[in-house]
T-cell receptor, first 116, second 112 residues
Framework: AQSVTQPDIHITVSEGASLELRCNYSYGATPYLFWYVQSPGQGLQLLLKYFSGDTLVQGIKGFEAEFKRSQSSFNLRKPSVHWSDAAEYFCAVGSYSGGGADGLTFGKGTHLIIQP | DVKVTQSSRYLVKRTGEKVFLECVQDMDHENMFWYRQDPGLGLRLIYFSYDVKMKEKGDIPEGYSVSREKKERFSLILESASTNQTSMYLC???????????FGSGTRLTVV
């Protein structure tokens, strides 16, 4: 069965500093990988997704992620964080069967705190 | 843009009540999903549907059922609500062409 691990429950970063959120996945085939962000009281917003091709994926709000098959990782990065980036971040892997999409399996999330 | 609408933002129900959570999408997507979100546990899949009249159990289906009579509507049913079903419930639909998932804003259910 597929799984996603986000090792860091909380991360604190100073405004303007760089950010990396870690994500490791387990999936038997080529993974479809996603990063979502959830601000307090809001729904999930897609930051970026990886299906195939270039392993460095660009997303919205200045985020990027790099797929590394050898490490089963899909880490999210941003060169300079803003106070508005404070939120919960979720990594997810999509699973599929003969019937179609079986949904996304999510990690437990990383809570990002921005220090002034 | 795809819109996934959950009919209620907040609900308070009593233990033992039958509860219906409604979700509607406006883009003719075949795949729809129900998740619950709890602090420290992330999102967990309850049920999903490949198409009309179809339903599949997710990772935590116990205590829930679903209904998909029309393509645009996917309902989650709590047959007899219990306090451990107090949670945030999120509905999603998937575009099979782009493999993009769109989530609703969620329904925060409190069972007292």
């Amino acid at each position: 069965a597929q799984s996603v691990t986000q090792p860091d429950i909380h991360i604190t970063v100073s405004e303007g500093a760089s950010l990396e959120l870690r994500c490791n996945y387990s999936y038997g085939a080529t993974p479809y990988l996603f990063w979502y962000v959830q601000s307090p009281g809001q729904g999930l917003q897609l930051l970026l997704k990886y299906f195939s091709g270039d392993t460095l994926v660009q997303g919205i709000k200045g985020f990027e992620a790099e797929f590394k098959r050898s490490q089963s990782s899909f880490n999210l990065r941003k060169p300079s964080v803003h106070w508005s980036d404070a939120a919960e971040y979720f990594c997810a892997v999509g699973s599929y069967s003969g019937g179609g999409a079986d949904g996304l399996t999510f990690g437990k999330g990383t809570h990002l705190i921005i220090q002034p | 843009d795809v819109k996934v609408t959950q009919s209620s933002r907040y609900l308070v129900k009593r233990t033992g009540e039958k509860v219906f959570l409604e979700c509607v999408q406006d883009m003719d997507h075949e795949n729809m999903f129900w998740y619950r979100q709890d602090p420290g546990l992330g999102l967990r899949l309850i049920y999903f549907s490949y198409d009309v009249k179809m339903k599949e159990k997710g990772d935590i289906p116990e205590g829930y059922s679903v209904s998909r009579e029309k393509k645009e509507r996917f309902s989650l049913i709590l047959e007899s609500a219990s306090t451990n079903q107090t949670s945030m419930y999120l509905c999603a639909s998937r575009d099979s062409t782009s493999n993009g998932y769109t989530f609703g804003s969620g329904t925060r259910l409190t069972v007292v």
